[in-house]
């Protein structure tokens, strides 16, 4: 009888439910998921990263390049770093924006210096050839434009902007 007694409390205790205010846990948290970069640090650490050119907890720029450098303590930006968007008049463009994963894959070789000849010089000079417009030294009578170039020339045209070299 004396342990029914026991028992009949500690069951009751069982049954009952607890409400509790604080958080399961306590108040810790894993923080190692979260990027908060230049958050953490003393006052101590953030005044040496406004203050010092090297200090001693790098200040984390996000990916982000600086568009120059620090001489002396003061910033002096470079023109070539900062970026230049080059973007083409689509106003009369037919072609949409959006390409189907249904289309079919461009391979597409090397294009070697013979192709290139090929495709600029060898017609011009089949023809030449055919007409009998050749000098003795096998040059045109009448060159093209492409023909007349000299090997500086052609080089600064292969380097402009809008040839497909690059």
């Given at each position: 009888?004396?342990?029914?007694?026991?028992?009949l409390?500690?069951?009751?205790?069982?049954?009952?439910?607890?409400?509790?205010s604080?958080?399961?846990?306590?108040?810790?948290?894993?923080f190692?998921?979260?990027?908060?970069?230049?958050?953490?640090?003393?006052?101590?650490?953030?005044?040496?990263?406004?203050t010092?050119?090297?200090?001693?907890?790098?200040?984390?720029?996000?990916?982000?390049?600086?568009t120059g450098?620090?001489i002396?303590?003061?910033?002096?930006?470079?023109?070539?770093?900062?970026?230049?968007?080059?973007?083409?008049?689509?106003?009369?463009?037919k072609?949409?924006?959006y390409?189907?994963?249904?289309?079919?894959?461009?391979?597409?070789s090397?294009?070697?210096?013979?192709?290139?000849f090929?495709?600029?010089?060898?017609?011009?000079?089949?023809e030449?050839f055919?007409?009998?417009?050749?000098?003795?030294?096998?040059?045109?009578?009448?060159?093209?434009?492409s023909?007349?170039?000299?090997p500086?020339?052609?080089?600064?045209?292969?380097r402009?902007?809008?040839?497909?070299?690059?």
């Amino acid at each position: 009888m004396q342990s029914s007694q026991i028992l009949l409390p500690l069951s009751l205790h069982i049954q009952r439910r607890f409400i509790c205010s604080s958080s399961p846990l306590q108040g810790k948290r894993n923080f190692r998921k979260f990027l908060v970069y230049n958050k953490r640090g003393t006052r101590v650490v953030k005044e040496a990263q406004r203050t010092q050119l090297n200090p001693p907890v790098p200040i984390h720029k996000r990916g982000v390049r600086d568009t120059g450098v620090v001489i002396n303590g003061k910033f002096v930006e470079i023109p070539e770093k900062i970026p230049e968007l080059v973007v083409p008049n689509l106003e009369n463009c037919k072609l949409k924006p959006y390409v189907s994963y249904k289309a079919a894959d461009v391979v597409q070789s090397e294009f070697t210096s013979l192709e290139l000849f090929n495709a600029i010089y060898a017609q011009k000079i089949l023809e030449d050839f055919k007409s009998g417009k050749l000098k003795d030294d096998n040059s045109s009578v009448e060159p093209s434009e492409s023909e007349l170039l000299t090997p500086e020339e052609a080089l600064l045209r292969a380097r402009k902007t809008g040839s497909d070299i690059f």
